[in-house]
């Protein structure tokens, strides 16, 4: 089957460090999507991960092991405006669909 | 600016009443998906088109209906077999290769 596993919630203090794990287990993989989305809003594309490796992109950063069916998503610096649901999406091989397999999301609060 | 628009923002649905959403993308993109996402959980895939005149469902097309009769619109009907149409209801496209999923603002759905 499919599955896609990450914590449901997790808490961290504005400007500390947070990492989200996510692990997967499908049965085609075409990369690892992460997205952020804020309560009642459309989810915001934020890395991709295809090969194994560290993605960086500002205070956000991506790791992905292929072998381990393995990702975390790493946020630096936390600001409040941070809070939001992270989700994790693995995508199937085009001839299938290219489609999205979500896992549940990860709601983070940022404290002050 | 290119991106997805869907409409209406909030939609209500009456028993034994069909409903469409739409969405339409300027993006110039192959495939497209529609996504029902619950309170508290991740999106779940209803249907989806990589090509015009062509469509598959996804993990939960019961109750529902898709047509892709051009490139640049996917429109989904909820019918009245769909007994619990209650959740946000999110599209979003792609092409082929490394691109990300961009996903419309959503429309939520309510039963009067």
């Known amino acids: 089957g499919q599955n896609i596993d990450q914590p449901t919630e997790m808490t961290a203090t504005e400007g500390a460090i947070v990492q989200i794990n996510c692990t997967y287990q499908?049965?085609?993989?075409?990369?690892l999507f992460w997205y952020q989305q804020h309560a009642g809003e459309a989810p915001t594309f934020l890395s991709y991960?295809?090969?194994?490796g560290l993605e960086e992109k500002g205070r956000f950063s991506s790791f992905l092991s292929r072998s381990k069916g393995y990702s975390y998503l790493l946020l630096k610096e936390l600001q409040m405006k941070d809070s939001a649901s992270y989700l994790c999406a693995v995508r199937d091989l085009w001839n299938q669909g290219g489609k999205l397999i979500f896992g549940q999301g990860t709601e983070l609060s940022v404290k002050p | 600016d290119g991106g997805i628009t869907q409409s209406p923002k909030y939609l209500f649905r009456k028993e034994g009443q069909n409903v469409t959403l739409s969405c339409e993308q300027n993006?110039?993109?192959?495939?497209m998906y529609w996504y029902r996402q619950d309170p508290g959980q991740g999106l779940r895939l209803i249907y989806y088109?990589?090509?015009?005149?062509?469509?598959q469902k996804g993990d939960i097309a019961e109750g529902y209906s898709v047509s892709r009769e051009k490139k640049e619109s996917f429109p989904l009907t909820v019918t009245s077999a769909q007994k619990n149409p209650t959740a946000f209801y999110l599209c979003?496209?792609?092409?082929?290769?490394?691109?990300?999923?961009?996903f419309g603002d959503g429309t939520r759905l309510s039963i009067l």
């Open positions: 991960n295809v090969l194994d």
């Open positions: 499908t049965s085609g993989f075409n990369g």
């Open positions: 979003a496209s792609t092409n082929r290769g490394n691109q990300p999923q961009h």
């Open positions: 993006l110039n993109h192959d495939a």
């Open positions: 088109s990589q090509i015009v005149n062509d469509f």
